[in-house]
């Protein structure tokens, strides 16, 4: 009896274990832990204090005491305003952030320390609200402070993390040659506050500072710039809202802060000028690169070769030339080119310089280059000469009655019989009618040819263009290969239309349909006059209206000049409502928006 009691109470026993153990339930079950820590450090102490004065100009340090175990997450988020050479050094020690300033330090400047988004706790990783103090090697610590934003130039889209700097140094070059007297970077909305300022004039700069050295590199940043010298005048206080720390994610108290100044970033084009490239691409052809736009040409001359020889095309930014010869006799191996003009010297101005070129053509690749595998049709092509050239004929349905056929030569074309172009309407019943068309040479580009329909296309009818054999004859003297393109109205019941009611338009316009972000275009119009454009056959989506002021009449959003103190061409995205600039377009809609130009850009 004693023996069984003694088992029962062993039996029990084990049960009890089993019943509070874990392990002894289920191994496979790992232990389940408390609820996910969500809250950020929160600190409690800054020693020295903010708003310190007489700050050592050597060594100087601060502790950050938090109350749980933090890290430094994200170092290059430290900035010290204004920067030094050697940036602030974060390091833990137990629940302290120690911050050491080891770079020597100006006497009686006033400076800040912004953490961003640098310290999380050390478990869940949760950010620490972001920490801004001012302190000062002398005896006052400046107040003064003025927001801004900062976008791109092309989209209107915010730029993040971009330097805001100002410079008390009044020259052009003071940011790309020395470090800024404050600076800040933009946040998530492009937004900024350079505080604890002077009571001076400031020059005020922002680039996406690439490489993190606080200056200026043409090459690799974006860069933008206030027109004139800005004066900070509103003292810092603890009711000014934008003073505050924001949660990037939190849209109404963020979209709620006020921008005193409004800064456009773009990519510069190369200023320094001088004859970067040249060559002969065949016995005929060549071309000469310049390294910036605006190249000015005092004399261009074809050694031995007649004016009215040679064909010149620019391109669109006016940094390289395409040139043809067109001689009924074979051109020397080597082509002569005497070029006068404006360069770049030394001292960073244009002056004028001479080229003498001496251009043969390029090594054409030879047949062990050449890739092994031909295609079926290079196999099947006849050797020998050729007899004509291949024309490049382009049409889509959506926008054929806008932009035309576009027809182009690999070469310039020196003859065109046009009365044998042929455009041709069949109707459902296949009868077939010879319709009107203009016929243009493209502004951009002397080879390239725009032939539009006359008369509006009909749903429903099919059209063919056709270019016969000998319609055009290109500098080689051959004539053309027959080309053809055929076209039609789009029929879908579920495309739509969109008109824009043009008016206050006081200067020439780009206007232009892309999708939402402004990323891919779909439809351009070039506008000097009050007018209605139409965009058809669209399909639903989302698209937005994206229009340029383009002051040079050049057809192109030119950007700006940081030396020449020019601002990028002014862009503007038309909204439907504040704020919203999305054109949600349903199927089979007839939408139509009147957009006053004159309001719009003032």
């Known amino acids: 009896m004693k023996r069984i009691t003694a088992t029962v109470c062993l039996l029990a026993l084990f049960v009890a274990c089993c019943i509070g153990s874990h392990s002894c339930a289920n191994t496979t079950t790992p232990p389940s832990g408390g609820p996910k820590d969500t809250l950020p450090p929160v600190l409690i102490k800054i020693t020295p204090g903010p708003g310190t004065t007489q700050f050592p100009l050597t060594e100087g340090k601060f502790t950050l005491l938090y109350n749980e175990y933090t890290v430094v997450k994200n170092a290059a988020d430290i900035l010290l305003s204004p920067p030094t050479r050697r940036k602030p050094q974060a390091k833990v020690k137990g629940k302290n952030i120690v911050v050491t300033l080891t770079d020597t330090l100006k006497a009686d400047q006033t400076y800040t320390l912004d953490f961003g988004q640098a310290l999380a706790d050390n478990n869940e990783g949760n950010l620490a609200p972001r920490l801004v103090f001012a302190f000062s090697t002398g005896d006052d610590v400046d107040s003064l402070y003025f927001t801004g934003s900062v976008v791109n130039s092309k989209t209107l889209a915010p730029v993040k993390n971009a330097l805001v700097s100002a410079y008390i140094d009044q020259s052009d070059s003071a940011c790309f040659n020395t470090l800024p007297d404050a600076a800040v970077k933009t946040d998530d909305w492009g937004f900024f506050v350079l505080r604890n300022l002077r009571d001076t004039l400031y020059r005020i700069y922002v680039y996406t500072d690439t490489d993190g050295d606080f200056k200026y590199n043409p090459d690799e940043d974006e860069v933008g710039f206030l027109d004139e010298a800005y004066q900070p005048v509103l003292p810092m206080t ?7 720390s924001f949660n990037m994610k939190d849209t109404l108290l963020c979209a709620a802060r006020v921008s005193m100044v409004s800064l456009l970033t773009f990519k510069e084009l190369q200023t320094v000028q001088y004859l970067q490239n040249s060559g002969r691409v065949s016995e005929r052809q060549g071309f000469l690169k310049f390294s910036a736009a605006d190249v000015q040409i005092d004399q261009l001359e074809f050694v031995g070769i007649p004016d009215s020889a040679v064909i010149l095309q620019y391109n669109a930014t006016r940094d390289s030339i395409d040139f043809w010869i067109n001689t009924d006799y074979r051109l020397d191996d080597s082509l002569l080119i005497r070029l006068n003009y404006q360069k770049t010297d030394s001292t960073g101005v244009l002056a004028p310089a001479q080229e003498r070129l001496a251009l043969a053509v390029m090594k054409q690749e030879t047949q062990a280059e050449q890739p092994a595998r031909k295609s079926r049709e ?19 349905d959506e926008t054929v009655e806008q932009l035309g056929v576009y027809v182009e030569s690999a070469l310039p074309v020196i003859r065109i019989v046009r009365d044998s172009i042929r455009l041709v309407e069949t109707n459902p019943k296949g009868q077939q009618s010879q319709k009107k068309f203009s016929f243009r040479q493209d502004t951009t580009d002397i080879r390239r040819y725009i032939i539009t329909p006359s008369e509006a296309l009909i749903k429903g009818y099919d059209y063919e263009l056709t270019l016969p054999q000998g319609t055009f004859l290109n500098l080689d003297r051959l004539p053309n290969a027959q080309a053809s393109a055929k076209f039609k109205v789009p029929q879908g019941e579920d495309l739509s239309t969109l008109a824009l009611d043009l008016t206050g338009v006081e200067d020439r316009y780009i206007v232009e349909l892309t999708d939402e972000k402004g990323s891919k275009v779909f439809r351009t119009y070039h506008v000097e006059k009050a007018q209605k454009l139409v965009f058809p056959y669209l399909k639903a989506g989302k698209y937005a209206v994206r229009i340029t002021c383009d002051k040079n009449r050049n057809g192109l959003a030119d950007t700006g000049n940081l030396l020449a103190r020019k601002q990028p061409e002014s862009v503007r995205f038309y909204e ?9 377009i349903l199927e089979s809609a007839e939408i139509e928006q009147t957009i006053d130009l004159k309001e719009m850009f003032r």
């Open 238 to 244: 603890d009711s000014v809202y934008e003073l505050h």
């Open 378 to 396: 290079e196999q099947e092509k006849p050797a020998g000469p050729d007899t004509t050239f291949k024309l490049t004929v382009q049409a889509q």
């Open 576 to 584: 439907n409502a504040p704020g919203n600039k999305v054109l949600e």
